[in-house]
């Protein structure tokens, strides 16, 4: 069975960091592209970040760029997402979620999430 | 940037009746590249359709996606309660790769 299993989310004053990790299992993950995907409080999904299945191609969206850096260690099947200089907008469930294999673009697997509450 | 928009915000009906979700992009975009997600309050979202007309995994045949260039449309053919949720279209492109439309509520009339 695939599972995702996020964690690393808490409360972080404004300006502060954060590491979050995603723990996967069920599947070879060394062969697969993952994201990271964030949802703020009542509102729709944001598409974070995206590492292909080697780590070699890495994608920011620009709302993290400069600040985000995304990450993966094939060896420990884990997905990190490492927020710096961290803002009140950054407030958010952050999911990971495994890409598609093949030539279709999508997100078939999520993990359940950890909450990101930035404030003082 | 692709800008997807999601039309109704809102759709009131009543279990066994049809749904129709429209999502429309402001660029073309590749049908292998559009994807459809349901979404229930605290939970992750589910894959539902990829490649704007297949059925992910395990998804009902009540499901079904169409479309094509600026012009996508996820039906639910008769509404089961489990059915009302929010829902999602996505894109893949240029930057930023993956977009998201704004979602779509379905909920009992």
């Known amino acids: 069975e695939v599972q995702l299993v996020e964690s690393g989310g808490g409360l972080v004053q404004p300006g502060g960091s954060l590491r979050l990790s995603c723990a996967a299992s069920?599947?070879?993950?060394?062969?697969?592209?993952m994201n990271w995907v964030r949802q703020a409080p009542g509102k729709g999904l944001e598409w974070v970040s995206y590492i292909s299945s080697s780590g070699s191609t890495i994608y920011y969206a620009d709302s993290v760029k400069g600040r985000f850096t995304i990450s993966r260690d094939n060896a420990k099947n884990s997905l990190y997402l490492q927020m710096n200089s961290l803002r009140a907008e950054d407030t958010a469930v952050y999911y990971c979620?495994?890409?598609?294999?093949?030539?279709?673009?999508?997100?078939?697997?999520w993990g359940q999430g950890t909450l990101v509450t930035v404030s003082s | 940037e692709i800008v997807l928009t999601q039309s109704p915000g809102t759709l009131s009906l009543s279990p066994g009746e049809r749904a129709t979700l429209s999502c429309r992009a402001s660029?073309?975009?590749?049908?292998?590249?559009l994807a459809w997600y349901q979404q229930k309050p605290g939970q992750a979202p589910r894959l539902l359709i990829y490649?704007?007309?297949s059925r992910a995994t395990g998804i009902p045949d009540r499901f079904s996606g169409s479309g094509s260039g600026t012009d996508f449309t996820l039906t639910i053919s008769r509404l089961e309660p489990e059915d009302f949720a929010v829902y999602y279209c996505?894109?893949?492109?240029?930057?930023?790769?993956?977009?998201f439309g704004q979602g779509t509520k379905v909920e009992i009339k």
């Open positions: 069920g599947f070879t993950f060394s062969s697969y592209e």
């Open positions: 996505q894109q893949y492109g240029s930057s930023p790769r993956w977009t």
């Open positions: 660029q073309s975009v590749s049908s292998s590249y």
């Open positions: 490649g704007a007309s």
């Open positions: 979620a495994r890409g598609l294999y093949g030539d279709y673009a999508g997100f078939d697997y």
